[in-house]
Nanobody, 119 residues
Framework: QVQLVESGGGLVQAGGSLRLSCAAS????????MRWFRQAPGKEREFVAA????????TVVDSVKGRFTISRDNAKNTVSLQMNSLKPEDTAVYYC????????????WGRGTQVTVSS
């Protein structure tokens, strides 16, 4: 079981930047794929970005490509999501998830952090 705690959310104007962090504890993460999801009011939770812990291979959804970057810090056991050129439609609760062996069946979730982008 991996415990995840997100931080870094807040209120920002359109065009601004935020950096979200997800601190992981409880297990070593070599066999994990770490993911960021987001859920806007009245909408389903959607995938945003992923990184494999061992190889650092990244994936981001097309809607944030070129604006969001996912990274990991092995020493600090954290995953970050750098969000630039934020838009009002990026407003959502952002969740960190840890998938053991990349499987959603073996997924642990954080509690989320609110990101609000004003126009």
């Amino acid at each position: 079981q991996v415990q995840l705690v997100e931080s870094g959310g807040g209120l920002v104007q359109a065009g601004g930047s935020l950096r979200l962090s997800c601190a992981a504890s409880g297990r070593t993460l070599n066999d994990y794929t770490m993911r960021w999801f987001r859920q806007a009011p009245g909408k389903e939770r959607e995938f945003v970005a992923a990184i494999t812990w061992a190889g650092g291979r990244t994936t981001v959804v097309d809607s944030v490509k070129g604006r969001f970057t996912i990274s990991r810090d092995n020493a600090k056991n954290t995953v970050s999501l750098q969000m630039n050129s934020l838009k009002p439609e990026d407003t959502a609760v952002y969740y960190c998830a840890a998938d053991h062996f990349g499987s959603s069946i073996l997924r642990n979730w954080g509690r989320g952090t609110q990101v609000t982008v004003s126009s």
